[in-house]
């Protein structure tokens, strides 16, 4: 992660806020992006919306492969194969 930025924005009538450019281009978002706003105390971490959802379900999913006892190429390769058996009726 490069150095911090610090930048003000003004909240406008309707809650709205401007992000600053060099904010939209750190965290990758553009029009019609979708940002998440986390509040932890008086602070509010701002983020793109799908790099959130992607660092969620891989908190959520830590751990399964292991449960699973996938450990290896080779036992993924033995679970698509039991997949596609288990669709395809074998």
């Not at 806020?17 to 978002?29: E, N, Q, S």
């Amino acid at each position: 992660m490069g150095s911090m930025i610090v930048e003000n924005a003004k909240v406008m009538a309707k809650g709205q806020i401007t992000l600053p450019k060099d904010i939209r281009a750190r965290i990758g978002v553009g029009t019609g992006d979708r940002v998440a706003l986390i509040c932890e105390g008086e602070r509010v971490i701002l983020m793109n919306a799908a790099i959130y959802a992607m660092r969620a379900l891989q908190n959520g999913m830590a751990g399964e492969w292991e449960k699973a006892e996938i450990n290896s190429d080779d036992d993924v390769m033995a679970l698509v194969k039991e997949v596609r058996d288990e669709i395809e009726g074998r």
